[in-house]
């Protein structure tokens, strides 16, 4: 009988969040398969490629201790032999798609994040996948291309896991100082604050107001780069009231980027 592989694709410092995958592919396949690998196709110039935080010995033990069978560790040049520039093919991502919420900001990341989990999913050829639900954009993204390209592989999402303030888990949480740590968690309380306001009717630019407000009135350190709303399947709406939705923003904290999310 053939063993089923589950696959969990990170770019590593690992935390909290992404043990919870871990352990939901360790409890449904025979085999679990990790991969750790800091895309740089995903970066744009400006953004924090060089500066993202590694330590694989820690995520080593790390892995170690969630009973990983199996770490895939690739180097630059074993995903891209030929460089970056000597590319003939990538994934193409429809620019309505990648022109919504994180896409409009981060031009070329989605493309980069599609070219590397397909090809990820080629080398390591598992039968379920698990991603985080916290980068919403990007789940729907893998959905439609597993859709799209006729993939053999089964899409799992996980919801976010938060610090016990709620403050959504990243990597990336280890760039905010002392101070900014403390306020943090305000980006997800205030999220939720307008959920009703929404819910009650109120248009989504009047939220985004509030939501910019509030933040800024805490604290000068808030910069919100977009809030809006789209269906689950990531299709602008024009409604609150019915269907499901999702609420998702993007709030700069001193320098450092952070993204949250809720579905309701
Ligand atoms: P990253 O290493 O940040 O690229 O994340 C690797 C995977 O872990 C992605 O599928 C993320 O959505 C997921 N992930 C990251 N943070 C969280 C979190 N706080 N809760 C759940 N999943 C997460």
Redesign the pocket.
């Known amino acids: 009988m053939t063993q089923s592989v589950g696959f969990?694709?990170?770019?590593?410092?690992?935390?909290?969040?992404?043990c919870?995958?871990i352990r939901a592919s360790k409890q449904e396949n025979d085999i679990t398969i990790v991969s750790?690998f800091v895309n740089p196709l995903q970066f744009g110039p400006t953004e924090d490629l060089v500066n993202y935080p590694r330590d694989i010995e820690r995520d080593k033990n790390r892995l170690e201790a969630e009973g990983v069978e199996l770490l895939f560790l690739p180097k630059d040049d074993d995903i891209y032999p030929n460089k970056i520039s000597g590319m003939v093919t990538t994934v193409a991502v429809d620019e309505a798609f990648s022109s919504r919420a994180c896409g409009t900001f981060r031009q070329g990341h989605f493309e980069g994040v599609a070219t590397i989990v397909l090809k990820l999913f080629n080398i390591v050829e598992p039968n379920r996948a698990?991603?985080?639900?916290?980068?919403y954009q990007?789940?729907v993204l893998i959905q439609r291309m597993i859709h799209d390209l006729n993939l053999k592989v089964t899409l799992h999402g996980?919801?976010?896991?938060?610090e016990p303030d709620g403050l959504?888990?990243?990597?990336?949480n280890t760039y905010l100082t002392e101070q900014d740590r403390v306020l943090a968690p305000m980006i997800n309380k205030t999220l939720h604050e307008i959920l009703p306001l929404l819910r009650e009717g109120g248009s989504i630019a009047d939220g985004r107001g509030i939501f910019e407000s509030r933040l800024t009135d805490l604290s000068s350190r808030f910069r919100v780069q977009y809030l809006e709303c789209y269906d689950r399947d990531f299709n602008p709406v024009t409604t609150i009231i019915e269907g499901e939705r999702v609420l998702v923003t993007a709030v700069y904290l001193g320098d450092v980027r952070l993204i949250d999310n809720s579905l309701f």
């Open positions: 969990v694709p990170t770019m590593g410092y690992l935390h909290e969040g992404h919870m995958l750790i698990y991603f985080g639900l916290k980068d990007q789940f996980l919801p976010t896991h938060r959504a888990m990243s990597s990336r």
